[in-house]
């Protein structure tokens, strides 16, 4: 038996116990499965995807191309394209070198081929450096970057053997505060803590260490995983509005007109009119893309869209009130001239009746007014101070005929002087002659009067000079002072007048003791509706009025 019979004999023995034990089948599975991954690439979110790649010294030629394959394999499963994913790559050493950006390439090949062509710089570790010019230069929307509106994942994928000559603490965690992913790949003496302090959060999902460089591409599968993978589907995420899918994590994102709540789970309206000079007159009312003004109730918005004018309702001609139109904010009301009240449909008006009620007190006739109700009297008479009852133009009727006013002047020496006031009298009224008869009730002498009297109506009343009052017996006086009060006498009245040569107006003579008889019992005075009243004063002034 040839060797080469021995070999085909054993090869044969071999494959069978491996398909017997389900190794053969499985090696064809991964084969099939790599292919796939390779040449496959998924439906993944668009990115802006930086590599970062470590170009030292201390990574030797042979390991510098092992990265190269690595960064290759991974662009086999990333749509790349300008509304897809766009991929930028920059090396360090001792300085950053830019080999292409963002808006350089369009396409998955042309993108290979500038990996392929990438010269090793071998020279230091300035990592912290090369993720500040990512930050500051690459991820910008100059070098291809999409704006942070479109919420398009920026991600950047640093990969280093080594520990960093400069440092990256801070640098990493602005670049992280603003919005960038970073993936932190370490290779072989590389400190996980370093990692941690470049990388995301959570760690797990952003930190990788292998122990040399050909175990990167061990890390193939583990990143298309990520990278492809719907984590907005596979995880109970809790976003208001939108879940955005990124590289092993994802993101809430809110709808136009709305802004994320620092919670990174619910959105609020964006609050553009406080972020703007509106100029609205009233209000700003803030939009999905933008602002508006609106007027309060009762205005309407001016053409320009910002001020407003308030809104007659009067003007508008169709109010339908009787008297007046008020115009209010939003609508208007109907009003009534004084003296007048709305009636229940609103619109027309009835005059108020002041006088209705009967609670007026007026004694003749009364007269509704705007305001109120008012007395009157009939004619022949006059309204009292007290504005209800009615008091005649004439003093005494004698013989039906109406006298309006008599006076009579007593002198010091005797001489008495008669004034018939006619001129004051209505057109129903009359003068009193001095000839007319009348009784006069005190003229019999016993009143009993101490010093003064006077005819009331129909009986004589006792009365006291100035400077005295009347006792309770209702006929003598007493002193309210200790001056002696002169004496007055009177004389009889009706005496006097009924004599016929007193009959002329402005007649006078001299009362003598023999004036003081008794009246004659033939004179009557009638008296209506009004007293007459005589009185006298220590001027020995004496009117009938």
């Known amino acids: 038996m040839s060797i080469h019979f021995q070999n085909f004999v054993c090869s044969l023995v071999l494959l069978v116990t491996l398909y017997v034990t389900g190794v053969l089948e499985k090696c064809i599975a991964n084969v099939f499965q790599e292919q796939n991954l390779l040449f ?18 201390s990574i030797r030629p042979e390991d510098y191309d092992k990265v190269k394959t690595f960064i290759v394999n991974l662009l086999q499963f990333l749509d790349i394209g300008p509304n897809a994913t766009r991929v930028g790559l920059l090396q360090y050493g001792s300085v950053v070198q830019p080999e292409f950006s963002l808006n350089t390439y369009t396409s ?26 990512t930050m500051e230069v690459e991820l910008t929307e100059e070098q291809g970057a999409r704006p942070k509106s479109l919420q398009i994942p920026r991600i950047a994928m640093i990969v280093t053997d080594g520990r960093p000559q400069d440092t990256v603490e801070e640098i990493a965690a602005e670049a992280r505060e603003a919005g960038i992913q ?34 990167i591409e061990t890390l193939i599968s583990v990143f298309k995983s990520k990278l492809c993978a719907d ?14 899918s990124s590289p092993a994590s994802y993101r809430c994102r809110c709808r136009k007109g709305f802004i994320l709540n620092p919670d990174g789970k619910t959105c609020k309206a964006e609050d553009t009119c406080a972020a703007v000079d509106h ?81 007026h007190g007026c004694e003749q006739e009364f007269m509704n007014t705007e305001s109120s109700c008012v007395c009157k009297c009939t004619n022949g008479y006059t309204l009292r101070s007290d504005g209800k009852t009615c008091q005649s133009k004439a003093l005494v009727t004698l013989f039906g005929k109406s006298v309006c006013k008599i006076c009579l002047v007593i002198c010091r020496n005797k001489q ?20 007319d008869q ?27 000079r100035k400077g005295f009052t009347l006792r309770p017996d209702g006929k003598t006086c007493k002193s309210m002072r200790l001056n002696t009060v002169l004496p007055l006498i009177v004389h009889n009245l009706q005496s006097y007048l009924g004599s016929p040569s007193h009959a002329d107006e402005g007649s006078s003579s001299r009362l003598g003791p023999d004036r003081s008889e008794t009246p004659s019992s033939t004179t009557r005075l ?20």
Do not use: W
Request: proline share 2%.
């Open 40 to 57: 496959n690439p998924c439906k993944a979110t668009p990115l802006d995807f930086i590599f970062v790649i470590d170009s030292s010294r």
């Open 416 to 435: 008495t002087t008669v004034r018939i006031c006619g001129r004051t009298c209505g057109t129903n009224h009359t003068v009193l002659h001095l000839n």
């Open 108 to 133: 998955k090949a042309q993108v290979e081929e500038a990996v392929r062509n990438m010269r090793h710089l071998a020279t230091g570790t300035m990592t912290g450096l090369a993720i500040q010019y």
């Open 231 to 244: 984590m907005c589907k596979v995880v109970e995420h809790q976003c208001q509005h939108l879940c955005v």
């Open 438 to 464: 009348f009784v006069d009730p005190c003229a019999d002498g016993s009143h009993g009067c101490e010093q003064e009297f006077v005819s009331a109506g129909d009986s004589c009343v006792c009365r006291c």
């Open 279 to 359: 100029g609205c007159d009233h209000i700003c009312v803030n939009l999905a893309d933008g602002y508006e003004c609106l007027c309060r109730p009762g205005y309407e918005l001016t053409i320009d869209l910002k001020t407003c004018n308030r809104i007659d309702y009067c003007d508008l001609g169709n109010h339908g009130c009787e008297h007046n139109c008020v115009s209010l904010p939003g609508s208007y009301i109907c009003s009534c001239k004084k003296g007048f009240v709305l009636n229940a449909d609103g619109k027309t008006c009835s005059q108020i009746d002041h006088c209705a009620a009967g609670s």
């Open 182 to 215: 970073i993936f932190a790949i370490g290779v072989g003496r590389v400190e996980m803590k370093t990692l941690k302090a470049i990388g995301s959060e959570p760690h797990s999902e952003h930190v990788h260490l292998v122990a040399n460089f050909s175990q």
């Open 526 to 545: 009638e008296v209506k509706d009004r007293q007459v009243c005589i009185s006298m004063t220590v001027k020995a002034e004496l009117c009938l009025s």
